[in-house]
């Protein structure tokens, strides 16, 4: 073999080695590159559904959990609370839900599938506050005897009953929002999917 043989070889080799090792260099650069267009795993999982078992939700008691980080409340209603529902409709903004704001099973007083159990955006319709929770019927600082409990929002004033419905004069245009939502089981429910609107 010549010289000229050898450094062909060499030549041939040092370039072939450079190739592998400049495919491999890129391959470190798209993997990252082309992974940051898939969404995160958070990202993917604030937009999943979310299972909450209400076995233990008893009459009154009110369950927060967190939905594309939004507050859902679920919360269980005996029959006085619904009873009390109808009576009411005189003081609302909107008593039959005329506002898109609730998928269609829930267009109903009781704003829900099953008039027991109700799930509900907890966020006002005003300026995004989050309203708390006052069952209490009577309570004086909300009306008195016209109270028949519902949800109170600080921020500016506004008052909804047991089903999110507004009342009349208070800066919330609107009724709270009901979120997509099916009962898996009697007592698991999972927000996000509305099997019937798919």
Same mark, same amino acid.
């Given at each position: 073999?010549?010289?000229?043989?050898?450094?062909? +070889?060499?030549?041939?080799?040092?370039?072939?080695?450079?190739?592998?090792? $400049?495919?491999?260099?890129? %391959?470190?650069?798209?993997?990252?590159?082309?992974?940051?267009?898939?969404?995160?795993?958070?990202?993917?999982?604030? $937009?999943?559904?979310?299972?909450?078992?209400?076995?233990?939700?008893?009459?009154?008691?009110?369950?927060?959990?967190?939905?594309?980080?939004? =507050? &859902?409340?679920?919360?269980?209603?005996? +029959?006085?609370?619904?009873?009390?529902?109808?009576?009411?409709?005189?003081?609302?903004?909107?008593?039959?839900?005329?506002?898109?704001?609730?998928?269609?099973?829930?267009?109903?007083?009781?704003?829900? &599938?099953?008039?027991?159990?109700?799930?509900?955006?907890?966020?006002?319709?005003?300026?995004?506050?989050?309203?708390?929770?006052?069952?209490?019927? %009577?309570?004086?600082?909300?009306? $008195?005897?016209?109270?028949?409990? $519902?949800?109170?929002?600080?921020?500016?004033?506004?008052?909804?009953?047991?089903?999110?419905?507004?009342? +009349? %004069?208070?800066?919330?245009?609107?009724?709270?929002?009901?979120?997509?939502?099916?009962?898996?089981?009697?007592?698991? &429910?999972?927000?996000?999917?509305? =099997?019937?609107?798919?």
């Amino acid at each position: 073999m010549s010289e000229q043989e050898i450094d062909l +070889k060499k030549r041939r080799f040092l370039t072939g080695a450079t190739s592998v090792v $400049g495919a491999v260099g890129v %391959g470190f650069v798209l993997v990252p590159f082309l992974s940051s267009w898939m969404p995160s795993a958070r990202a993917k999982a604030a $937009g999943a559904p979310v299972d909450v078992d209400i076995t233990k939700l008893e009459n009154g008691q009110l369950v927060r959990v967190l939905w594309r980080k939004k =507050p &859902i409340w679920i919360f269980k209603r005996d +029959k006085t609370v619904l009873d009390n529902l109808p009576t009411l409709n005189n003081e609302l903004t909107d008593p039959d839900n005329t506002e898109d704001q609730q998928p269609a099973y829930a267009n109903n007083t009781h704003r829900s &599938i099953n008039p027991e159990i109700a799930v509900i955006i907890g966020i006002c319709t005003h300026l995004g506050c989050s309203p708390t929770y006052r069952p209490e019927v %009577g309570a004086a600082d909300l009306g $008195g005897d016209a109270w028949k409990g $519902g949800f109170y929002c600080p921020c500016h004033g506004s008052k909804f009953d047991l089903s999110g419905r507004v009342y +009349k %004069g208070v800066p919330a245009p609107t009724n709270l929002v009901i979120p997509p939502y099916h009962f898996v089981t009697d007592s698991l &429910i999972r927000l996000g999917i509305d =099997p019937k609107a798919s």
